[in-house]
């Protein structure tokens, strides 16, 4: 009698990759150097944060997926204000400002140096930020999908029928808030699309998105589980015997332009056009000896060790 061989479903994990070497940058001591005295704390950082996600999750794909385009103009383009004071704030401090040294920065092109000579995929693809990277991904994945993202706007992808989960860090990647359906209707009473139009209704000013103002995430969340979504919210304000308050249903009829153009901007984009790139997750470096000159140059020890070591576990 034949026997029938079930293949499994591969599992991908999708890295907000800036997300995490941030928290890396300052979860670890800026004394991690390496011998030229150039930090290195976010790369080790980081390094350990891919090393804990593939032991104790197990993915066959992985995908460190970075910010071709933090701000990209078609975003600006409809809302003006999107990420503005980010801009701002380099202006303000000026020429004659007091420089704090950014050693952050010099740290991305060794991160990215390393990953490729280990032959973790990494990519960005430019005008799109990492969130859209993420989102196209997710998209065209054949199985389940793991999001490790300290950005919550990414709840909008979790989809429980498609094994669409974000893993957002609580303490470093060791404890992390597992975010599907269940726990976004508990937190805020919509699904993953809901979380969109959750989002635009209350603003994030990190983003420089402005929301509509006396909206906050409580009434957005009423809002939606009364009239459904935002198109029923914006069919309630042409309704004189809805049960909107007055107040409501002139702030939104005064936001009707920033409402038009804010879900464009709010929803991560499923259609951006990545490059042919092998995702599964490699058991040996791809440059072995481009990566040991990495990690003798930038003093990496211990930490790529450990990374090395659970991916030929």
Not at 166 to 175: A, D, E, I, S
Not at 224 to 232: C, K, P, S, T
Not at 272 to 286: G, I, K, N
Request: charged share 30%; proline share 7%; glycine share 8%.
């Amino acid at each position: 009698m034949m026997r029938t061989v079930t293949q499994r479903t591969r599992r991908l994990m999708l890295l907000d990759t800036a997300s995490l070497y941030f928290r890396a940058y300052f979860g670890v001591p800026d004394s991690v150097k390496a011998p030229d005295g150039t930090s290195v704390n976010a790369v080790r950082g980081l390094l350990d944060f891919i090393a804990r996600l593939v032991q104790d999750h197990r993915p066959d794909d992985l995908v460190a997926c970075m910010d071709a385009d933090w701000r990209p103009h078609w975003r600006v383009e409809l809302i003006p204000s999107y990420k503005a004071h980010r801009v701002a704030e380099e202006v303000e401090r000026g020429p004659d400002a007091e420089e704090i040294p950014d050693t952050l920065s010099p740290q991305v092109p060794v991160i990215e140096e390393v990953l490729d000579a280990l032959g973790i995929a990494r990519v960005g693809v430019r005008a799109y930020e990492a969130d859209d990277v993420i989102g196209t991904f997710a998209g065209r994945a054949a199985g389940p999908v793991d999001i490790v993202t300290g950005d919550r706007d990414l709840y909008q992808l979790v989809d429980d029928e498609r094994g669409i989960r974000v893993l957002y860090p609580l303490k470093g990647v060791g404890t992390l808030q597992i975010t599907d359906e269940a726990w976004l209707r508990e937190k805020y009473g919509v699904d993953g699309p809901g979380y969109v139009d959750l989002a635009l209704l209350r603003g994030d000013p990190s983003d420089g998105l402005p929301g509509v103002p006396g909206i906050g995430e409580k009434t957005a969340a009423k809002l939606l589980d009364a009239f459904g979504d935002l198109a029923g919210i914006m069919a309630a304000v042409d309704d004189p015997k809805s049960k909107l308050t007055p107040s409501q249903r002139r702030r939104l009829d005064e936001s009707r332009a920033y409402v038009a153009v804010a879900p464009k901007v709010v929803r991560v984009a499923g259609d951006v056009p990545l490059p042919e790139v092998d995702v599964a997750l490699p058991r040996e470096p791809r440059d072995p000896v481009a990566l040991e000159e990495l990690a003798e140059r930038w003093n990496l020890g211990g930490s790529l060790q450990r990374l090395l070591s659970t991916l030929q576990a």
